[in-house]
């Protein structure tokens, strides 16, 4: 279909555009040409078996890839025989992967949602799909049944979207209902707050956030757009 046509996701990595599809599938442009995915020119395409949730550059030359059902490294190895690149493909973290739109550039460890709450790359390597661990077992009550996807699940309550807050260590999650999870890291253990994203008097009217974005401007300071 058209809707599958369209990469869901984008990072750029070793000069290259990739592009995540739902189908599971990842697209790798020419070395420095991103509008370019000629085989010939060395751009390729590989497959994940499940549908491709995030990407993320994590450290030195290897780039992360979240999955619904698991997390996969892809990293680059120098060339084979004939001169084309060669590509090393792991499975980071299998069985447990990323929900949507929720992987965001942490530092050392991507942090992101699964579901089982709030988590980094280090601490799903470590523990899998278990529930300890998770940065936000304070609340787990409150957040699994929004995480768990199911017919007996109000659609409105579901994660929509991540952000990151440097200037304040948090981690953000945004929900559909406008409702918003702040993790505030650096202390013993993370601080969780939750926000109701008003936008008048009535408990209706509320910020409907589609997706998020944040930078630093010229002076340093956050700047989250949703």
């Not at 290259?16 to 020419?30: D, F, H, N, T």
């Not at 787990?140 to 409105?156: A, D, G, I, M, V």
């Amino acid at each position: 279909s058209i809707d599958l046509d369209k990469p869901r996701h984008l990072e750029v990595w070793q000069f290259r555009l990739c592009l995540g599809y739902k189908w599971g599938e990842m697209a790798v442009s020419q070395g420095g040409d991103p509008t370019s995915f000629d085989g010939t020119l060395n751009a390729w395409i590989t497959g994940f078996g499940s549908p491709i949730t995030g990407l993320q550059k994590l450290n030195g030359q290897t780039l992360g890839v979240f999955c619904e059902d698991s997390v996969y490294s892809v990293t680059a190895g120098g060339t084979d025989g004939i001169g084309n690149p060669f590509y090393d493909q792991q499975v980071l973290v299998p069985k447990v992967g990323a929900l949507e739109y929720t992987v965001q550039d942490a530092g050392n460890s991507p942090m992101y949602v699964d579901p089982r709450g709030v988590t980094d790359l280090d601490t799903t390597s470590n523990y899998g799909d278990f529930q300890m661990g998770r940065m936000s077992n304070a609340v787990h009550r409150w957040l699994l049944p929004r995480l768990r996807r199911t017919l007996s699940t109000p659609k409105e309550n579901h994660v929509v979207a991540t952000t990151v807050a440097r200037a304040k260590n948090q981690f953000r999650v945004y929900f559909a209902d406008g409702h918003r999870m702040s993790v505030t890291l650096g202390g013993e253990r993370p601080q969780i707050t939750r926000q109701f994203l008003y936008t008048g008097g009535r408990k209706n009217q509320y910020i409907r956030v589609l997706n998020t974005e944040a930078d630093i401007d010229s002076l340093y300071r956050d700047r989250v757009f949703f």
